[in-house]
């Protein structure tokens, strides 16, 4: 189910520039909960077409090899990102899956068609593709401001830039998402102005107005504490000014420790460039 709603062109903005970069699939409505109800829809017609039988949804919801099973399946192969790639659709899609005891016929895999490119690889901020094909996910973006739940590694926190909620540079880069389609789902569509936000607006927000604004939203779950973290590193990586200086010392009085520790790193980063007095 396709997901894009820009131009892959519009891959990123300047880290300087004070606006916010969110991945694309979390810019509308947690998709979880759409592509379950979805399954579930398909499955329920099937029953209805050939009788009882035994299935289960799953959508990110259990250790299932879903990429793997997608390129044995023939959806696509595995991109040197090792994201699934489709020919006729790229790779901003999500993935779904129903567990049947039907008896199906065996598809045949799909052929990797990624060639000698490398534009994934070479565009990585953080190095986080190794190899072709191979991904050391604790170097991902997506997985430093999503699933980590401590500090974020101070070697990495400049190569984030102004991602603060996962990455989608080697997909945006990718030649085969110029066949990608835009969603046809109103579902997934930007919300709250999180595909335009500055970094100031969405670091103003207290807790209750992250919950209400990312209710529905994947985003909540990395929780209050991280998203505040995340925040305080992509503004470490901004432009020095009044403003940003006066916003993080306004959050360091009630922020957690973790916090308190990304912003006093960004407080020091501000200062070093020397643009503003502190």
Same mark, same amino acid.
């Given at each position: 189910?396709?997901?894009?709603?820009?131009?892959? +062109?519009?891959?990123? *903005?300047?880290?300087?520039?004070?606006?916010?970069?969110? #991945?694309?699939?979390?810019?509308?409505?947690?998709?979880?909960?759409?592509?379950?109800?979805? /399954?579930?829809?398909?499955?329920?017609?099937?029953?209805?077409?050939?009788?009882?039988?035994?299935?289960?949804?799953?959508?990110?919801?259990?250790?299932?090899?879903?990429?793997?099973?997608?390129?044995?399946?023939?959806?696509?192969?595995?991109?040197?990102?090792?994201?699934?790639?489709?020919?006729?659709?790229?790779?901003? *899609?999500?993935?779904? +899956?129903?567990?049947?005891?039907?008896?199906?016929?065996?598809?045949?895999?799909?052929?990797?068609?990624?060639?000698?490119?490398?534009?994934?690889?070479?565009?990585?901020?953080?190095?986080?593709?190794?190899?072709?094909?191979?991904?050391?996910?604790?170097?991902?973006? #997506?997985?430093?401001?999503?699933? /980590?739940?401590?500090?974020?590694? +101070?070697?990495?926190?400049?190569?984030?830039?102004?991602?603060?909620?996962?990455?989608?540079?080697?997909?945006?880069?990718?030649?085969?998402?110029?066949?990608?389609?835009?969603?046809?789902?109103?579902?997934?569509?930007?919300?709250?102005?999180?595909?335009? #936000?500055?970094? /100031?607006?969405?670091?103003?927000?207290?807790?209750?107005?992250? /919950?209400?604004?990312?209710?529905?939203?994947?985003?909540?779950?990395?929780?209050?504490?991280?998203?505040?973290?995340?925040?305080?590193?992509?503004?470490?990586?901004?432009?020095?000014?009044?403003?940003?200086?006066?916003?993080?010392?306004?959050?360091?009085?009630?922020?957690?420790?973790?916090?308190?520790?990304?912003?006093?790193?960004?407080?020091?980063?501000?200062?070093?460039?020397?643009?503003?007095?502190?």
């Amino acid at each position: 189910m396709s997901y894009r709603c820009d131009q892959p +062109e519009s891959r990123s *903005f300047p880290d300087n520039d004070g606006r916010v970069w969110i #991945s694309r699939y979390a810019w509308g409505r947690d998709y979880h909960k759409l592509m379950r109800r979805r /399954l579930a829809q398909l499955a329920k017609r099937i029953k209805e077409t050939i009788g009882p039988y035994g299935y289960r949804v799953f959508v990110d919801s259990a250790p299932v090899l879903e990429k793997p099973l997608a390129e044995k399946a023939g959806l696509g192969w595995i991109g040197k990102h090792t994201n699934l790639i489709n020919k006729q659709a790229g790779s901003w *899609f999500f993935l779904g +899956e129903i567990y049947t005891d039907l008896q199906l016929p065996i598809d045949k895999p799909a052929e990797e068609h990624c060639g000698s490119c490398s534009a994934c690889i070479d565009i990585c901020p953080t190095s986080a593709i190794v190899a072709p094909f191979q991904l050391d996910a604790r170097r991902c973006i #997506s997985y430093l401001t999503i699933e /980590l739940k401590g500090s974020i590694p +101070e070697d990495l926190r400049p190569l984030i830039g102004n991602r603060i909620y996962g990455c989608d540079d080697c997909q945006a880069i990718c030649p085969w998402n110029r066949f990608a389609r835009q969603t046809a789902e109103p579902y997934f569509l930007p919300r709250h102005g999180l595909d335009s #936000s500055t970094l /100031l607006q969405l670091f103003d927000w207290s807790e209750e107005e992250f /919950l209400k604004y990312t209710e529905g939203s994947a985003i909540r779950r990395i929780g209050y504490e991280r998203w505040s973290r995340n925040l305080a590193v992509a503004i470490g990586n901004g432009s020095a000014s009044t403003e940003a200086l006066e916003a993080i010392g306004k959050k360091k009085q009630n922020a957690s420790g973790l916090v308190r520790e990304h912003i006093a790193w960004a407080r020091t980063r501000l200062k070093n460039r020397g643009q503003t007095p502190v």
